[in-house]
């Protein structure tokens, strides 16, 4: 029987794949924003992220499957992110969901749906995957605002400051929007603590 030579690094296998997939991930994330959909191939994101295009296929076998996990990946992260935020009054919340659609998660999600609009085999990911980061944004939204959706209009309240946040992520997109955002987001919290008091 032959003699065995233990691996020299000591990582486990399977925090090295997590580690590698992770950065595939962010990786991705930070080309759609930066290059869209043209620009984005999984050559380049296995080139952004230091691995081979064998590592990143044999991780994501598709690029529609590398950039829709990629997209759902960091909408969780960002979900976490807000699950966790100090309420420190309607202001805030409001911020913070705002900045949900102002970063680099909006940027590269807006690359995908425009991809998905155009190409038959991405829409259906894309859609379920928008559906689903919408109610759980909108849950997240609720729960921070305190907002009591048994009382008629809050639903739709809570669902049009989401919608204006978005709105507010497509001006910043050719244009940086900060002064006026600041603005609309000072009103919006002013106008929210009025309906959902």
Request: aromatic share 4%.
């Amino acid at each position: 029987m032959g003699v065995v030579t233990p691996p020299t690094d000591r990582t486990p296998k399977q925090d090295r794949s997590r580690a590698t997939r992770r950065r595939l991930l962010e990786a991705a994330v930070a080309c759609l924003a930066e290059h869209g959909w043209a620009g984005s191939t999984v050559a380049v994101v296995a080139e952004r992220a230091g691995v081979s295009r064998g590592a990143a296929q044999h991780h994501f076998p598709t690029r529609e499957d590398l950039f829709t996990a990629a997209v759902e990946y960091v909408a969780e992260e960002r979900s976490a992110a807000l699950r966790t935020l100090p309420v420190q009054g309607r202001a805030a919340v409001v911020a913070a969901l705002v900045d949900l659609y102002t970063g680099p998660l909006f940027r590269a999600a807006l690359q995908l749906w425009v991809a998905a609009s155009n190409e038959a085999s991405l829409h259906p990911r894309v859609s379920e995957l928008e559906a689903r980061v919408g109610r759980e944004t909108h849950r997240i939204a609720v729960e921070l605002l305190k907002a009591d959706e048994s009382r008629p209009g809050t639903r739709e309240t809570v669902q049009g400051l989401l919608d204006m946040a978005r709105g507010l992520g497509l001006a910043n997109v050719l244009t940086d929007d900060t002064a006026r955002r600041q603005r609309v987001v000072a009103q919006w919290a002013a106008l929210l603590d009025d309906a959902l008091n």
